[in-house]
Each structure stands twice: as structure tokens, then as C-alpha cells.
Nanobody
Framework: QVQLAESGGGLVQAGGSLRLSCVAS????????MGWFRQAPGKEREFVAV????????YYADSVKGRFTISRDNAKNTVFLQMNSLKPEDTAVYYC??????????????????????WGRGTQVTVSS
């Protein structure tokens, strides 16, 4: 069992920055890949970024490349999402997710919510214009 808890959301002006954190507890050694998703009202859940346990393999959605940075501190069982140059269209509930597979596959698979075994409850990010 793995529990995930997001924090760091809030209200910011366009062009501002936020840093989201996700702390994992339980069987944290099984979190082989950690991802961030977001969901705006009336929209489907959207992939944002994913990082493998080593931290050396990272994949971003095109919409956030160059603006967002995902990182991972395995010693602290924490994954981060640094969000810079925020835009109103970034407004959403941001979710942390964990994949427990003992193998790695193509990055495209990690863009699908069904790939992940555990989810946090989300943290709200609102960007005003």
C-alpha cells in the first residue's frame, strides 16, 4: 500500500511560480515511476510530467516543456513539480500518481492515468490573469 499527499497549491498571478510537493508513505520502495497530472473543471485528466526512480528519465507534456520541472528525492520519499511562467490555462487540480511496476516501458505509457496504481487527493492551482 502506498499513500500520496500533495501540497503547495494556491493562487498566483500569471507569470508567477509555484512549487508542488508529493510525499509518499507506506511501501515507498515500490514507487518506480512518479507522475503529475492535472484536471480542470469539465475536462479530462491531463498528463503533465513523469520521473523514474533514478531521476534520470523524465518526460513532459508539450504544454509545460520549458516551464515546469519535475524532480524526485527518494531519501525523503518526495516528488516535486516546480512550475514557472504560469498561465491561466494551467489552472487545475494537480494530482500526484505512483506506478509500482518493477519494469520500465515506453514514456508514452506513462501519459495514461490507467498506468498508475496510486493517486493523491489533489491540490488546487489557480492562475489569475
Amino acid at each position: 500500500q502506498v499513500q500520496l499527499a500533495e501540497s503547495g497549491g494556491g493562487l498566483v498571478q500569471a507569470g508567477g511560480s509555484l512549487r508542488l510537493s508529493c510525499v509518499a508513505s507506506g511501501r515507498t520502495f515500490s514507487t518506480n515511476a512518479m507522475g503529475w497530472f492535472r484536471q480542470a473543471p469539465g475536462k479530462e485528466r491531463e498528463f503533465v510530467a513523469v520521473i523514474r526512480r533514478s531521476g534520470g528519465s523524465i518526460y513532459y507534456a508539450d504544454s509545460v516543456k520549458g516551464r515546469f520541472t519535475i524532480s524526485r528525492d527518494n531519501a525523503k520519499n518526495t516528488v516535486f513539480l516546480q512550475m514557472n511562467s504560469l498561465k491561466p490555462e494551467d489552472t487545475a487540480v494537480y494530482y500526484c500518481a505512483a506506478d509500482t511496476d518493477t519494469y520500465y516501458t515506453a514514456f508514452a505509457h506513462y501519459t495514461l492515468p490507467s498506468k498508475y496504481d496510486y493517486w493523491g487527493r489533489g491540490t488546487q492551482v489557480t492562475v489569475s490573469s
